[in-house]
Nanobody
């Protein structure tokens, strides 16, 4: 059973920084992708940043390129997925979710490949 636990959310003023983290445990070595998604009230869940677990290639939404950085720390039966968020804007306000899943050749930026999700952590950016 895969478990994903997010942490690091909070409130910050525009221009500030936050660092989210996701601890993934369980049967994680079968997944090819990990990612961060976010969902604001009344909007669909959207991809923020994704990483291919074989090779480390990353993908970012256009809205966060140059401001957010996704990394991965892989260990025995546990992965940690930090998301460094800089130059935050009010439009970054959302619930942020960690996810894992995907098989060989799946596009990690596609939320349909993910079958395990965390409970989310709230990020609020004030102007």
């Amino acid at each position: 059973q895969v478990q994903l636990v997010e942490s690091g959310g909070g409130s910050v003023q525009a221009g500030g920084s936050l660092r989210l983290s996701c601890a993934a445990s369980g049967y994680t070595y079968s997944s090819y992708c990990m990612a961060w998604f976010r969902q604001a009230p009344g909007k669909e869940r959207e991809g923020v940043a994704a990483i291919y677990l074989r090779g480390g290639r990353t993908h970012y939404a256009d809205s966060v390129k140059g401001r957010f950085t996704i990394t991965i720390s892989q260990g025995n039966a546990k992965n940690t997925l930090p998301l460094q968020m800089n130059s935050l804007k009010p439009e970054d306000t959302a619930m942020y979710y960690c996810a894992t899943g995907g098989t060989f050749r799946d596009p990690c930026e596609d939320k349909r490949v993910y079958n395990y999700w965390g409970q989310g952590t709230q990020v609020t950016v004030s102007s």
